[in-house]
């Protein structure tokens, strides 16, 4: 991205909590970061022990749909029925590992209850192919290529995350939403699977220059369609998303949107739509 004073500079990093780590450590000006993320860290919690309420929400990106996968042959009807089992939970410290930790909660069980592997999406899907693990908790949005390339290349299925399990997700933190998994997303994926989305956000600190937040929403507003010829996620995100935020707007980001006159409306989350 480039305006008539700055150019920026895009970083690979390990994920969500370095984002914000670095973020707060004044190494970055702007971080993507998962919902889940976003509330721990700036609340206090997990990877967080101290609050870092300077934190701000800038844009909204795309919904991560949780896909639990696990290995046909496995005998795994329930994800409670992965207890003893081999599961990888993604990257140490990323927002997929603090995701699966509360997926896990919600059918009572710990990393004391299963046999934990920190994989990526990539590890994970060769892991499940090999038969070297026997689940996979990943959040990610669709169409994932992980999870096609697990789905393709082993004998692997997909799980739901239903019923008490789910209502219990949703009362007790609340980035996450109802969604749905659609059907043909993936390989002998045949109806719609229920699961729980949380939404990636674009982040900053509260002293963020106010011009650089609204260059952000200008592009995300104004430039979609060039934007999506060389990512298509991006028509999944949808500006509406900001009233929802699980953290503080930024200062500009709320005079953008005031601004506009944006219609207050809360997102859709079936599907991969974000709203």
């Given at each position: 991205m480039?305006?008539?004073?700055r150019t920026?500079?895009?970083e690979?990093?390990?994920?969500?909590?370095?984002?914000?780590?670095?973020?707060m450590?004044?190494?970055?000006?702007?971080?993507?970061?998962?919902?889940t993320?976003?509330?721990?860290?700036y609340?206090?919690?997990?990877?967080?022990?101290?609050?870092?309420?300077s934190?701000r929400?800038?844009?909204?990106?795309?919904?991560?749909?949780?896909?639990v996968?696990?290995?046909?042959?496995?005998g795994l009807?329930?994800?409670?029925?992965?207890?003893?089992?081999?599961?990888?939970?993604?990257?140490a410290?990323?927002?997929?590992?603090?995701l699966?930790?509360?997926?896990?909660?919600?059918?009572?069980?710990?990393?004391?209850?299963?046999?934990?592997?920190?994989?990526?999406?990539?590890?994970s899907?060769?892991?499940?192919?090999?038969?070297?693990?026997?689940?996979?908790?990943?959040?990610?949005?669709i169409?994932a290529s992980a999870v096609?390339?697990a789905?393709?290349?082993?004998?692997?299925?997909?799980?739901?995350i239903?019923?008490?399990?789910?209502?219990?997700?949703m009362?007790t933190?609340?980035?996450?939403?109802?969604?749905?998994?659609?059907?043909g997303?993936?390989?002998r994926?045949?109806r719609n699977?229920?699961?729980?989305?949380?939404?990636?956000?674009?982040?900053?600190l509260d002293a963020?220059e106010?011009g650089?937040?609204?260059?952000?929403?200008?592009?995300?507003?104004?430039?979609?369609e060039?934007?999506?010829r060389?990512?298509?996620?991006?028509g999944?995100?949808?500006?509406?998303?900001?009233?929802?935020?699980?953290?503080p707007l930024?200062?500009?980001a709320r005079?953008?949107?005031?601004?506009?006159?944006?219609p207050?409306?809360?997102?859709?989350?079936?599907?991969?739509?974000?709203?």
């Amino acid at each position: 991205m480039r305006d008539s004073l700055r150019t920026y500079t895009a970083e690979v990093t390990g994920g969500s909590v370095e984002n914000i780590q670095r973020l707060m450590n004044g190494e970055m000006d702007l971080a993507f970061a998962i919902g889940t993320t976003v509330y721990e860290a700036y609340n206090g919690g997990q990877d967080f022990v101290t609050p870092q309420q300077s934190l701000r929400i800038v844009a909204p990106l795309y919904p991560n749909l949780t896909h639990v996968l696990v290995r046909e042959n496995a005998g795994l009807q329930s994800i409670a029925d992965l207890r003893g089992k081999r599961v990888s939970v993604g990257a140490a410290g990323s927002g997929t590992e603090q995701l699966a930790r509360h997926v896990l909660e919600a059918y009572g069980l710990g990393y004391e209850q299963v046999d934990e592997q920190f994989l990526s999406f990539t590890e994970s899907a060769a892991a499940l192919a090999d038969g070297a693990i026997d689940g996979a908790i990943i959040s990610v949005g669709i169409p994932a290529s992980a999870v096609l390339e697990a789905m393709t290349t082993g004998r692997v299925r997909l799980l739901p995350i239903e019923g008490e399990a789910a209502r219990t997700l949703m009362s007790t933190y609340p980035y996450y939403s109802a969604a749905s998994i659609p059907a043909g997303s993936y390989p002998r994926q045949d109806r719609n699977l229920a699961t729980v989305s949380v939404m990636n956000w674009i982040i900053a600190l509260d002293a963020l220059e106010p011009g650089i937040v609204e260059s952000v929403l200008n592009v995300l507003a104004e430039e979609r369609e060039a934007l999506q010829r060389s990512v298509e996620i991006v028509g999944q995100i949808r500006l509406t998303n900001l009233y929802a935020a699980p953290i503080p707007l930024h200062p500009a980001a709320r005079a953008w949107i005031e601004r506009r006159g944006e219609p207050v409306m809360r997102p859709t989350t079936t599907g991969g739509n974000g709203g």
